[in-house]
């Protein structure tokens, strides 16, 4: 994530106290069908479909083929001690992509925090605090035990871990996911354009 820490951070304890007090904006596939090499042909996942899930897993697939350079197929939310999401692509991971997640902690209709990260590079263990999509405050709350995943030198899905404190807690999550490529300017979301996909309970 590029994350200058010269702007306001907040701990995760910090984060919770100001949203119980009410002063804060919380309103403001895992697995594809595996193929030799790691990427499945687009006619075996159904548009949208919905695969089985247990009760603080989901999973949901991602239209192939309508995007080009990056093309989402699946992505598994798992909540339990940790938020995991794990995000599958119908291409090879190239450099000068950028992987962004949006997470709904269940605090309001609007996304709460944003992370984003390229392949093969380190990261700084924070996220940003949001309101909306677009919203790009230098404000962020540290996140100690975060994991970025994401190489272009294996088949591996993409993939974020957040300890659920730095999300102080939640009963519920949802996430948004964005590809970009940035060389080309092509984007693809899952599980539309600024759309959530479904709540994970714990």
């Known amino acids: 994530m590029s994350a ?4 306001s951070v907040e701990t995760p304890d910090h984060e ?3 949203l119980s007090s009410g002063t804060g904006n919380g309103d403001a596939r895992n ?10 042909d687009s006619g ?5 479909a919905a695969a089985p899930a247990t009760a603080d897993t989901k999973v949901f697939d991602n239209p192939v083929g309508d995007s080009t350079f990056v093309d989402i197929s699946r992505v598994r939310v798992i909540h339990r001690d940790s938020v995991i999401v794990r995000v599958r692509s119908a291409v090879p991971l190239t450099a000068g992509q950028l992987y962004a997640f949006w997470i709904d902690a269940g605090h309001g209709r609007r996304p ?26 230098s404000r962020f709350v540290q996140c100690p035990g975060m994991r ?13 871990r957040i300890p659920r404190r730095c999300l102080t807690n939640p009963g519920r999550v949802r ?12 984007v693809d979301w899952a599980a539309d354009r600024r759309t959530f996909g479904p709540w994970v309970k714990r």
Request: glycine fraction near 4%; charged fraction near 30%.
């Open 112 to 137: 709460d925090y944003y992370v984003d990260f390229r392949p093969n590079t380190g990261f700084d263990e924070v996220l940003r605090r949001v309101r909306y999509f677009g919203d790009r405050r």
């Open 175 to 186: 996430v948004a996911v964005q590809f970009k490529d940035e060389s080309a300017d092509t």
């Open 4 to 7: 200058h820490l010269d702007a």
């Open 44 to 48: 075996l996942l159904p548009a949208a």
């Open 148 to 160: 970025l995943r994401a190489d272009i030198l294996t088949s591996k899905p993409v993939s974020i």
């Open 16 to 18: 919770a106290n100001r």
């Open 31 to 40: 697995e594809m069908v595996d193929s030799p090499t790691g990427y499945v």
